[in-house]
């Protein structure tokens, strides 16, 4: 079982270097479903390693299933070449829509590496970049941006998260100058070069709808459903126990109480899924060493245990 905090940079300056949540949960000895059983029984070792990663991540099932149809396409490919029959080519520009904290920024970063391994990407790299990296300040400077992060990501992917915010600024802004080049890009640079844009659902449709030439240059799209309240406790556990801390029974049922509140609640615009979580279990064990400190309790069980009061939620 493993979990990584990492801070995902692209180099660029930017307003923000988002914190982007790893969590794994250990795999069972065999694929959970046919088609990764399938695939796995194909895959190079160092494809399969990328597939296990891919599966030890909770949810994310549309994603996987995409991944899974993209190699087995290359692989088919590849025997219906032996045969002299045609083969399907495809562009693999992407559109992930979700909601915050769903995994779109770790599933781009594994999706990267895989396609290095399936030779579709010569590097594997992934750039993210935001609105304030392509968008200029004068006439020309924003197209010049667009060139040099494609140029940069080229090889790999470029991730733009929240690209509605492209569309924002009304006739004068320069965000539509940065998709109508991206656009051009996509049709330019498309053998060694990814892109994937990515934010809220109705948000990406309406961002669609900005150029006509970018609905048929992102063919693939995938949803990142919220995570259910029993996924967000596995994560709870997940998270937890790869700090060396364990929740205990009460702990998370003071969770499940909270999480299930915000999921059913037909008002809520913002829950942030694995990040709220994330803070939920930051938040505690700070809240937990005053308690032990107060409480001059420093044994081994007591480091471990976050209670249910260390829970502020």
Same mark, same amino acid.
């Given at each position: 079982?493993?979990?990584?905090?990492?801070?995902?940079?692209?180099?660029?300056?930017?307003?923000?270097?988002?914190?982007?949540?790893?969590?794994?949960?250990?795999?069972?000895?065999?694929?959970?479903?046919?088609?990764?059983?399938?695939?796995?029984?194909?895959?190079?070792?160092?494809?399969?390693?990328?597939?296990?990663?891919?599966?030890?991540?909770?949810?994310?099932?549309?994603?996987?299933?995409?991944?899974?149809?993209?190699?087995?396409?290359?692989?088919? +490919?590849?025997?219906?070449?032996?045969?002299?029959?045609?083969?399907?080519?495809?562009?693999?520009?992407?559109?992930?829509?979700?909601?915050?904290?769903?995994?779109?920024?770790?599933?781009?970063?594994?999706?990267?590496?895989?396609?290095?391994?399936?030779?579709?990407?010569?590097?594997?790299?992934?750039?993210?970049?935001?609105?304030?990296?392509?968008?200029?300040?004068?006439?020309?400077?924003?197209?010049?941006?667009?060139?040099?992060?494609?140029?940069?990501?080229?090889?790999?992917?470029?991730?733009?998260?929240?690209?509605?915010?492209?569309?924002?600024?009304?006739?004068?802004?320069?965000?539509?100058?940065?998709?109508?080049?991206?656009?051009?890009?996509?049709?330019?640079?498309?053998?060694?070069?990814?892109?994937?844009?990515?934010?809220? +659902?109705?948000?990406?449709?309406?961002?669609?709808?900005?150029?006509?030439?970018?609905?048929?240059?992102?063919?693939?799209?995938?949803?990142?459903?919220?995570?259910?309240?029993?996924?967000?406790?596995?994560?709870?556990?997940?998270?937890?126990?790869?700090?060396?801390?364990?929740?205990?029974?009460?702990?998370?049922?003071?969770?499940?109480?909270?999480?299930?509140?915000?999921?059913?609640?037909?008002?809520?615009?913002?829950?942030?899924?694995?990040?709220?979580?994330?803070?939920?279990?930051?938040?505690?064990?700070?809240?937990?060493?005053?308690?032990?400190?107060?409480?001059?309790?420093?044994?081994?069980?007591?480091?471990?245990?976050?209670?249910?009061?260390?829970?502020?939620?």
């Amino acid at each position: 079982m493993e979990s990584n905090i990492l801070v995902e940079s692209s180099g660029i300056p930017s307003s923000t270097n988002r914190i982007q949540v790893v969590f794994k949960r250990e795999l069972p000895k065999k694929p959970a479903n046919t088609l990764a059983a399938s695939i796995s029984a194909t895959a190079p070792s160092e494809l399969l390693s990328l597939f296990d990663e891919l599966e030890g991540l909770v949810g994310l099932q549309e994603a996987k299933k995409t991944i899974y149809e993209i190699y087995a396409l290359l692989k088919i +490919n590849k025997e219906r070449e032996k045969h002299h029959l045609k083969q399907e080519k495809q562009v693999f520009h992407m559109v992930f829509k979700g909601n915050p904290g769903t995994g779109k920024t770790t599933v781009a970063r594994l999706f990267g590496k895989m396609f290095r391994e399936m030779g579709i990407l010569s590097k594997g790299h992934l750039i993210e970049v935001e609105r304030a990296d392509l968008v200029g300040e004068f006439i020309g400077h924003t197209a010049q941006k667009t060139r040099d992060l494609v140029k940069k990501a080229l090889g790999g992917i470029l991730f733009i998260d929240e690209a509605y915010s492209l569309a924002r600024g009304g006739e004068k802004d320069f965000g539509k100058e940065a998709v109508d080049c991206l656009t051009k890009a996509l049709e330019d640079s498309n053998k060694d070069f990814i892109c994937i844009i990515a934010g809220y +659902n109705e948000e990406m449709e309406n961002f669609l709808d900005l150029n006509p030439g970018l609905p048929s240059r992102f063919p693939v799209h995938i949803t990142f459903d919220d995570y259910s309240v029993d996924e967000l406790l596995e994560i709870a556990n997940i998270m937890a126990r790869n700090k060396d801390f364990e929740i205990t029974k009460d702990g998370l049922e003071k969770i499940k109480r909270t999480v299930s509140g915000i999921v059913s609640d037909p008002f809520q615009m913002n829950f942030s899924n694995a990040r709220f979580i994330r803070n939920c279990i930051e938040k505690a064990i700070r809240v937990q060493a005053v308690r032990l400190i107060k409480a001059n309790e420093f044994g081994r069980d007591d480091l471990v245990k976050l209670k249910p009061e260390d829970f502020s939620i």
